[in-house]
């Protein structure tokens, strides 16, 4: 199942810290205390399916006026990925340089794994885009001609 992993993810936790007394969020690469989990976790093979929701498991996207919609699908992993619901994972090149799906996305469900006969065979899971890379440029726009 390895060649159909397409996409490649670094999975992130929120971390929060006070300094001073003054709380902060931020998200870090999730850890794990086994170093090739680890590694794992930065560098995650994987399929971003983002057409296709499991009818009668995963929730569907809400109709939205106004706006995108969010983009909503599935992610399919190796089933020894060490995934949790609140992490978000966010796409990184793969091997061959290429990014198929571009986006940050949020684990909001608990990771299905599906079996074989005696181990996990992969994950599932339900993932939801958390933020769009907005900065007032359209993507197709060339950014040197809007300097005025």
């Known amino acids: 199942m390895d060649h159909l992993f397409s996409s490649t993810v670094r999975v992130e936790e929120m971390k929060y810290s006070v300094t001073d007394g003054q709380a902060s969020m931020t998200w870090h690469l999730a850890e794990h205390v086994d170093t090739d989990m680890q590694a794992l976790l930065g560098a995650l093979p994987c399929r971003l399916d ?25 992610m399919f992993a190796a089933g020894y990925a060490p995934l949790k619901a609140g992490q978000r994972v966010v796409a990184i090149p793969n091997a061959n340089g290429l990014m198929p799906v571009e986006g940050t996305f949020e684990i909001r469900v608990i990771p299905d794994k599906a079996l074989d006969y005696s181990t996990a065979h992969h994950i599932e899971v339900q993932i939801l885009e958390t933020n769009q890379d907005l900065d007032g440029i359209w993507p197709d726009d060339d950014p040197e001609s809007l300097v005025p």
């Open 50 to 74: 983002l057409n296709f929701v499991r009818p009668g498991k995963d929730i569907m996207p809400a109709p939205v006026a106004g706006r995108a919609p969010d983009r909503i699908g599935v």
